[in-house]
């Protein structure tokens, strides 16, 4: 895709402040870094989701492989993190982006080898329209805090009958939205940014509203996953 070839290693973008700021600042950049947590989502009641950092800091896993199994052609992660799958997909040869709204996780995902871009997937990205596969990996649905805005975008994003690839929650009926800020349980937690939790059941009764046919799903290394295509 001409888009990717001529895409720059790092970009700049334009985003939601609030969470533009929470993912760019500590303590998401401090355990990027370091490869390693603690770091959690906290909702306003107290309730913490933890972020599996090592598990994103480390190479691509036997889930993540069978996911990049299924990819098909070009494929744009849109949250990319550190890096791992668009790294995975690069060794193999393969025509990658990732995006994402934290500095460190662009820098990171460079230095691993992989292709990546400083933006939303709300913002202007290169081959709109073109794309084979989107990934939404690590909790990803959750971007914006509006699963349906997220999948019209990603629609967009994608060719006519492209494949859509989204890890989910446990559980299958899950369906929250929320205020949520990044805390390290330490220090004081950041600015609070909507987020989103959907299981499969949850992401398949959106994907049918929203112009979207379920295509597949399964399970693997105890981790939730849905293929979808676009119509």
């Known amino acids: 895709m001409s888009g990717v070839r001529a895409a720059a290693r790092v970009g700049r973008r334009r985003t939601a402040p609030a969470a533009e700021h929470a993912w760019s600042a500590d303590p998401y950049a401090d355990a990027l870094r370091a490869g390693r947590g603690p770091l959690f989502l906290r909702r306003a009641d107290g309730w913490l989701l933890p972020l599996d950092v090592e598990r994103w800091c480390a190479e691509a896993d036997t889930a993540d492989l069978e996911v990049l199994r299924r990819c098909e052609g070009t494929v744009l992660d849109v949250g990319c993190g550190p ?18 709204v934290s500095p460190a996780a662009v820098a990171h995902t460079v230095r ?9 997937v709300f913002d202007p990205l290169p081959g709109t329209g073109r794309w084979d596969t989107a990934l939404l990996m690590d909790g990803n649905l959750g971007i914006g805090g509006d699963p349906d805005a997220l999948l019209h975008r990603l629609a967009r994003l994608l060719s006519p009958g492209g494949l859509l690839i989204a890890e989910t929650a446990p ?10 800020q990044i805390t390290d349980a330490h220090r004081p937690p950041g600015a609070p940014f909507p987020w989103a939790r959907l299981g ?14 379920a295509d597949d799903q399964w399970s693997a290394g105890g981790r939730c996953f849905v293929a979808l295509r676009a119509e």
């Not at 559980?171 to 949520?180: I, Q, T, W, Y």
């Not at 499969?200 to 046919?213: E, I, K, M, V």
């Open 112 to 120: 691993r080898g992989g292709r990546a871009l400083l933006r939303s």
């Open 200 to 213: 499969t059941s949850a992401l398949l009764h959106h994907a049918r509203s929203t112009g979207w046919r």
């Open 83 to 100: 890096g791992r799958l668009v790294a995975a997909l690069g060794a193999e040869g393969r025509r990658a982006l990732g995006i994402d």
């Open 171 to 180: 559980h299958p009926d899950v369906d929250e939205r929320a205020l949520v």
